[in-house]
T-cell receptor, first 111, second 111 residues
Framework: DTAVSQTPKYLVTQMGNDKSIKCEQN?????MYWYKQDSKKFLKIMFS???????INETVPNRFSPKSPDKAHLNLHINSLELGDSAVYFC??????????FGSGTRLTVV | AQSVTQLDSQVPVFEEAPVELRCNYS??????LFWYVQYPNQGLQLLLK??????LVKGINGFEAEFNKSQTSFHLRKPSVHISDTAEYFC?????????FGKGTRLHILP
């Protein structure tokens, strides 16, 4: 059973399109995150949700909108995609006490 | 605010030789420390973590790290590397609310 699952694994799309990435965790964790890994492998936090409530929003363009329908899901919707949005996006969840579990990533390519 | 510095962007080492990947952190509060490994085109896998207790932490694949509070370091070591250890290694720090990553160290294993 996959603990943190993301779909799709790969996403190729044209500039200007709107796309979504889904994330689900079956660990019962209260907190979920989105991270972006750029072409230089640098991992940067984008958002954090705790029990469906936005906790962290790290100066991400408002074209990016996270949505958490319940505490097991945190989806990422991106409007008007730009070339610079190409990256690998990782979802993660955290249990109380600092144990983080990451999804396998979604490689987004904007052409 | 926390930050993590990985002093080496790349470390070449001969197969079966020992290796140390350096990590320093800064934080105004107590933190948890982690090392993650990312194999080519893969997600993030937890190698080991320090939450409390013994400062010498043993992880998977023969890796270990030592938490040194006075030097604010958490260096990763392995006594004998294999070709399969070729990967990107990330040091990370967490204050519970989020996890912050260093920029990564690429470990090159030379035959």
């Amino acid at each position: 059973d996959t603990a943190v699952s993301q779909t799709p694994k790969y996403l190729v799309t044209q500039m200007g399109n709107d796309k979504s990435i889904k994330c689900e965790q079956n660990l019962g964790h209260d907190t979920m995150y989105w991270y972006k890994q750029d072409s230089k492998k640098f991992l940067k936090i984008m958002f954090s949700y705790n029990n469906k409530e936005l906790i962290i929003n790290e100066t991400v363009p408002n074209r990016f909108s996270p949505k958490s329908p319940d505490k097991a899901h945190l989806n990422l919707h991106i409007n008007s995609l730009e070339l610079g949005d190409s990256a690998v996006y990782f979802c993660a969840s955290m249990r109380d006490g600092g144990g983080y579990t990451f999804g396998s990533g979604t490689r987004l390519t904007v052409v | 605010a926390q930050s993590v510095t990985q002093l080496d962007s790349q470390v070449p080492v001969f197969e079966e030789a020992p290796v140390e990947l350096r990590c320093n952190y800064s934080s105004s509060v107590s933190v948890y420390l982690f090392w993650y490994v990312q194999y080519p085109n893969q997600g993030l896998q937890l190698l080991l973590k320090y939450l409390s207790g013994s400062t010498l932490v043993k992880g998977i694949n023969g890796f270990e790290a030592e938490f040194n509070k006075s030097q604010t370091s958490f260096h990763l070591r392995k006594p004998s590397v294999h070709i399969s250890d070729t990967a990107e290694y990330f040091c990370a720090v967490s204050d519970i609310s989020k996890i912050i990553f260093g920029k990564g160290t690429r470990l090159h294993i030379l035959p």
